[in-house]
């Protein structure tokens, strides 16, 4: 029986496209959460030759050709400190990571979707202030109406996260795939608890 982990090993040597490098800042946090700051084994490799890197950590491949031959790094720091931005991008993840994969009304995790709070044909703009989740069926029920005129409450004001609210949000949602050399840069509480 072949255990998923030397699976995941020989995938990464046949295909090194799946190498990618976990990128941290000169302060050794992650550059991003959300998204993950990964970046492709080659840009992980011309950045260590550019000397803007140091490598933290390596996987067990390694990549040859006429002028290189190197293990494959897994995790880079940044030589140059990089400031971090204060807000996350609104992307439909961060929206749903945000409001905890739960939709607002019922608290259903089933088939999410997004509502507008004040509905567009009233002039609802797409904004953190004014989408929320919702699951199918409260966002049929309510239709295009606010949640005062459909009677429907909110179990939370949508807001627009910092980077930092909706990074602690996260340790409750870690990616699904985590190469075992990038724990040690990440706090996912689930991982520390099991
Ligand atoms: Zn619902």
Same mark, same amino acid.
């Given at each position: 029986m072949i255990h998923a982990s030397e699976f995941e090993a020989a995938e990464r040597a046949r295909h090194p496209e799946n190498c990618p490098a %976990?990128? %941290?800042n000169a302060d050794y946090t992650p550059l991003s959460y959300y998204p993950l700051s990964l970046w492709p084994w080659q840009a992980a490799i011309k950045a260590v030759f550019l000397e803007k890197v140091d490598i933290v950590e390596n996987y067990e491949q390694r990549v040859? !050709?006429?002028s290189v031959d190197m293990q494959i790094p897994s995790v880079i720091a940044l030589k140059q400190y990089v #400031?971090? !931005?204060e807000y996350p991008a609104f992307t439909r993840f961060n929206l749903f990571l945000r409001d905890k994969f739960q939709c607002v009304y019922c608290g259903s995790e089933e088939n999410l979707t997004f509502d507008h709070v004040i509905p567009r044909r009233l002039g @609802?703009?797409? !904004?953190?202030?004014?989408v929320a989740t919702a699951c199918l069926k409260c966002n049929l029920k #309510? @239709?295009?109406r606010t949640p005062e005129q459909a009677h429907m409450q909110m179990s939370m004001k949508p807001i627009r996260p910092t980077s930092w609210q909706l990074q602690d949000r996260g340790r409750s949602f870690p990616p699904n795939h985590l190469h075992e050399t990038w724990m040690d840069w990440l706090y996912w509480d689930i991982e520390l608890e099991s």
């Open positions: %976990l990128v %941290l040859h !050709s006429p #400031k971090p !931005s @609802g703009i797409t !904004s953190w202030e004014n #309510k @239709g295009g």
